[in-house]
T-cell receptor
Framework: GEDVEQSLFLSVREGDSSVINCTYTDSSSTYLYWYKQEPGAGLQLLTYIFSNMDMKQDQRLTVLLNKKDKHLSLRIADTQTGDSAIYFCAEILGNSGYALNFGKGTSLLVTP | SAVISQKPSRDICQRGTSLTIQCQVDSQVTMMFWYRQQPGQSLTLIATANQGSEATYESGFVIDKFPISRPNLTFSTLTVSNMSPEDSSIYLC???????????????FGPGTRLTVL
């Protein structure tokens, strides 16, 4: 598929908020997803948002969706060192039967 | 959410050999997918494996190189054939889980199989 764009690297101080941005490609994607991958581990589904919503909040996580600009963001409040990982946004891959098209991932480093 | 296991978790193989990766799910699922994650890269879809039909491969992936079986609703295998060092990657299976009508449509991933080809 086409490229889902993400910035590659983000560094924040512990306790600050982190905002990870993503630009997706398929405006017909019914859902959009955020996954977390810790070093040497598999992919953990963090959260997702239905395309008819603008915002979804789940504890420390807030997802914002701007369909007009095809822009998705993930805000992590009170970021902790355990949040250090790679974060992938993903859209449903068109014509694939619901497989996912992933961005390249944003590596989040949380420093004490 | 579905619990997915993969075997082996990692392997080191010689060039020219083949490796079969197993994916087991704790519930019956229709849609399963196989992805590859090359070192330092994102995930790329290899194929969709639905029970009762032939696997559908993405551009750049062929059945002779990556044969897939899907014998029932809880199990699938991916074989990496005639391996070369370029096949060194993490291979992940995933399943689609749908709840209700529009309530949620999510995908869960197995832990991955880390393959190194010498």
């Amino acid at each position: 598929g086409e490229d889902v764009e993400q910035s590659l690297f983000l560094s924040v101080r512990e306790g600050d908020s982190s905002v990870i941005n993503c630009t997706y490609t398929d405006s017909s994607s019914t859902y959009l997803y955020w996954y977390k991958q810790e070093p040497g581990a598999g992919l953990q589904l963090l959260t997702y948002i239905f395309s008819n919503m603008d915002m979804k909040q789940d504890q420390r996580l807030t997802v914002l969706l701007n369909k007009k600009d095809k822009h998705l963001s993930l805000r992590i409040a009170d970021t902790q060192t355990g949040d250090s990982a790679i974060y992938f946004c993903a859209e449903i891959l068109g014509n694939s039967g619901y497989a996912l098209n992933f961005g390249k991932g944003t590596s989040l480093l949380v420093t004490p | 959410s579905a619990v997915i296991s993969q075997k082996p978790s990692r392997d080191i193989c010689q060039r020219g050999t083949s490796l079969t990766i197993q994916c087991q799910v704790d519930s019956q699922v229709t849609m399963m997918f196989w992805y590859r994650q090359q070192p330092g890269q994102s995930l790329t879809l290899i194929a969709t494996a639905n029970q009762g039909s032939e696997a559908t491969y993405e551009s750049g992936f062929v059945i002779d190189k990556f044969p897939i079986s899907r014998p029932n609703l809880t199990f699938s295998t991916l074989t990496v054939s005639n391996m070369s060092p370029e096949d060194s990657s993490i291979y992940l299976c995933s399943v689609r889980e749908v709840v209700g009508l529009g309530q949620s449509d999510t995908q869960y991933f197995g832990p991955g199989t880390r393959l190194t080809v010498l």
